[in-house]
Structure formats: C-alpha cells, structure tokens
C-alpha cells in the first residue's frame, strides 16, 4: 500500500516531465504518426490515472491494506459518521487534493466541451447565411473572400468543410481534391476529439509542461495523418503544392502559381530545399505549435523516411498497454486479491 | 413552402442588399416577388408566405443578433445588425485568427505561418 504510492508519484512525475520532453523532441512520430498519437494518450491517461492514484492511495493507507479496503473506510467515514481519528492531517490533505483534482479535470473537459460547442453552433448560423453550397460534394460550402482559406467544422452529421473564393482560383482541381481529402479525413477520424481532449488537459494543468507538449504534439500529428490519407489518392507533388500556396498566404498566390505553371516542381526530393526549410523552422522556434506543424509537413513529405517497422511499432504499443495497465492493476489487483 | 434557414437566407439576402429599414410586410411582397422570378418550375410557392413567417423567421435573426428593429415606428422596420462582409470579416477572423480554442473548434488546412516561415516557403517556390 505504501510502496504503491510511492511508485505511483514517481510514475505520474516521471510522464509529467522527462517523458514527454523526450517523446516531442523524437524524430520517429513523424514516420509513424498513428502509433505516436496512440503513445501520447497513453501517457496523458496513466499520467492523470497515477498523480490521481498515489495520493488517493496514500491518503487512504491507515483505513485500509488496500484501495477498495480504503474507499470502503472513507465510504463509512463520509456516509455513516464514522470515527475519522485513524487518519491524520496529511492522510485527509492527499485525499482533498485527489478530490479537487479529479472535480477540476472532469469540470474543465465539460466546461472546454460547452465552449467549443458554442462557438462552433454560432459559426455554422453564420456560415449558413454567408455560405454558398459547393459543386465538391455534400457538406462543402464555399464563402467568399480572398485569402486561400480551407478549414471544416466539426459537429456530427453537420459537419461541413469550408472552402475560399481565393482558395478556389488558387488552386488547380486535384490539389483542391487534395485539401478537400485531408479536410475530410480529420471528420472522419474524428480528430475534433482528440483535440478536445487535448485542449482541456492543457487548460486544467496549465503548468505541467505535458499538457503543452502533448497538444501541440497532437494537433501536428492529426495534420500528417489527414495528409497520409490524401497520399493514398493524390501524388505527393500536388499535396505539397497545395500546402506551400495556401501557407505562402495572399500575398504570394499570384507569384507561386507562376512559377508552378512555368515548369515541374523543382523541389521534390531536392535535399538542400529540406534543409533550408529545416533551417526555417529552427529560425522560427517560439512561435505557435502550428507554425512547426506546416513546417514538418512540408519537409516529411519532401524528404520521406521510412515508417516504424512493424515490430519497432509492435514495441510502442506493447509500452502505451503497459502504461495504462501498471498503473490500474496497481490500484485495483490487491483489492481484488485481499 | 421553403424551410425556415432557406427563409432566414433569403430575408437576410434581402436586408443585406436593401439600403434602409424594411417593415415585414415589404420583405413578405420582396421574398414572393423573387420567387416568381426563379420561373414557373418553383411553383407558386411564394404567393402562400404569411406575413406571420417572415415575423418567426425575423425574430429568430434577431435572436441570433444579426437584425434588430426599430422601436418607435409602427409596423416595426427591420434592418440588419452589420453588413454581409462585415459578418464575413467576423468569421475568417475566427478561422484565422489566434483565439485559445480555436485549433479545438475547427481544423485548417495550414495553421498559422510565422513570417520567416512563410519566407522559406517562398523561397522553395522560387528556386527553379
């Protein structure tokens, strides 16, 4: 019982902190984005699961050999009166603080939920005044202005992908069938929770340098897996197109469609073209997670490396099944034993 | 009979490109006039628009804040809050703009790109 609150904390700081900085410094969740994203829940719920459990477990120690034991005790203490004497001051803090914490973190999902959808109700009122249905299939409107603009809102059989003015004439028709791909793949995978989730954890622990790293990790990821899906039907040549004229902005439409209609992309597996945008994105460092994001894109899909073979893989997820079940067969397995 | 977001589109339309305040029964005369000019196929669906509707969907819009009346006059003369690019304005600000929730509320394409970034960007554009 005591040893498992030890190992517990040491467990949650251990995903709090060394973990995460490691896992977003890595190279590989480029090569195998899925697998990489399935690692980043892993450890956010076994993080959360064991600063939760150890002070739970912890507080709970004098009342019982086990969790089950313990919550039973604090059942008769809190519901039937009880003596309380057994536990002492620092028993009767961990257990308020495991009770704040598990309050915040639920109160924070379902306040980030009602916010997000709000917003998202308000926009889609707007967009059905503003918006004009597209000939790009169903749930595809398109609003007229003139930045390349292409983005879809989340919200069920609702959702719809939203398409420029300047986005449309910028565009040659297979690189617009290119972002519509990559668009609707994030409505397919669901990717809007992900980053739900991902954006309450950051907002309830604002401080823990996980919560950061883990969304920003998140919603780059999402980008390279929406992006693998428009590989499978559009060439890697118009992908990058279409990413470089939108993110080129306004501003350089008219010159970056000019050089593409001059001759072939040059820069397809050009090493030096990689490197200089590597060089970009280091110069870039302390902007928004989003900048990086465009950045890695472009140059994974210009210099591509093998996925994570299958038993490297195997070996990750093997770790993430790890992570979630050490921490839970420790609170739960004594209990059921004793 | 069109459904009441088809209405509210169309009365906006209407607000939108109209110079001043209009009184519902304007709007009810303007919204059947536009559909007999779509042709006979429409029908003649707009002939049965109460007056009553153009109300319901009236006050929906100014629930939504996007119309507001004027108090005085009798019957009340309707006209929209800001204009169509304005509104337009309003949402590529949120899409493009920087607020803490907004990668959780919709998924663009390409985030924000810093400038040095962008120059980059360019440059591989460039080199032939």
Redesign the interface.
Known sequence: MFWTSYFLAVLAIVLAWPVPILLSRAQWPARSPFTAMLLWQAIALAGGLSMIGAMLVYGLEPIGDNLLAGLRGLAGMVLFNAPTTALGFWHLFALSAAALLTAHLVFTLLL?YY??ER??RR?R??????ASPSNDGPGTVV???D?P??????GGARSVT?L?DGLMAALEPAELRA?LI??NA?LSQR??LL??AF?AWRQALPWLPTTRLA?EAV?SL??MLADDVALKTESKATLIK???I????PS?VA??RA??D??QL??VA?GL?AD??A???S??SG?????R???SR?SRLLSPKEPLSASLRALVLAGCLLLLAVPTALLIVPGLLG | MASL?EL??AV?DLLWAGQEAATANTLRDLLALSTQAQGDTAGHEGKDLAVTTVLTVLSRLEK?G?VERERGTRPHRYQAVSS?AD??A???H???G?AP?R????????????E?????????????
Not at chain 1, 246 to 249: E, I
Not at chain 2, 106 to 114: C, E, H, M, Q, Y
Not at chain 2, 116 to 128: F, I, V
């Open positions: 980030t916010r997000i917003q998202r926009h009122e707007l967009l059905a005044l503003l609003i007229n202005h930045s603009v292409a983005y879809c809102l989340p939203v420029s972002v990559h668009e994030h990717h809007h980053l739900w954006a969304q919603s999402i980008e279409a990413i470089a939108v993110a080129s902005g350089g010159g970056s050089v593409f001059g001759g040059p820069l050009d073209a200089g945008l060089d970009g994105v110069g870039a902007g928004a997670g989003s900048a994001t465009t950045a472009v | 977001g509210e589109r906006m939504k996007l169509r509104h337009t309003e949402l590529m949120e899409v493009l920087s929730d990668e959780a509320v919709l998924a663009r394409f390409i985030g924000s790109v810093t040095s970034e962008a120059e980059t960007l360019r440059k591989l554009l460039g080199h032939s």
